[in-house]
């Protein structure tokens, strides 16, 4: 299929205008930035197994460290 579009938009390459304008919204977005619950803790679980080393934000001092689901309990309220 990218081989096609490689086709399609080749000629064009030096005049934008001619170059086919679409954007699609199919659905099939995901949302990274928030994952369920059962995935955070399986990834948080599975973690060092898989050699993520830890992240610490700069010039954040963690005081304690919680898991996913009291992350989402204390941030909800």
Partial sequence: MLNQLDRLIGPTVT????????LLLTGDQIYADDPADALLAV???????LGFAAEA?????????LTAEQLRAATQG
């Avoid at 005049?15 to 679409?22: D, E, G, I, V």
């Avoid at 934000?57 to 460290?65: E, I, S, V, W």
């Fill in 15 to 22: 005049n934008p205008s001619r170059r086919p304008h679409q």
């Fill in 43 to 49: 990834i948080d679980a599975n973690a060092a197994t």
């Fill in 57 to 65: 934000l700069p010039g954040a001092q963690a005081t304690t460290t």
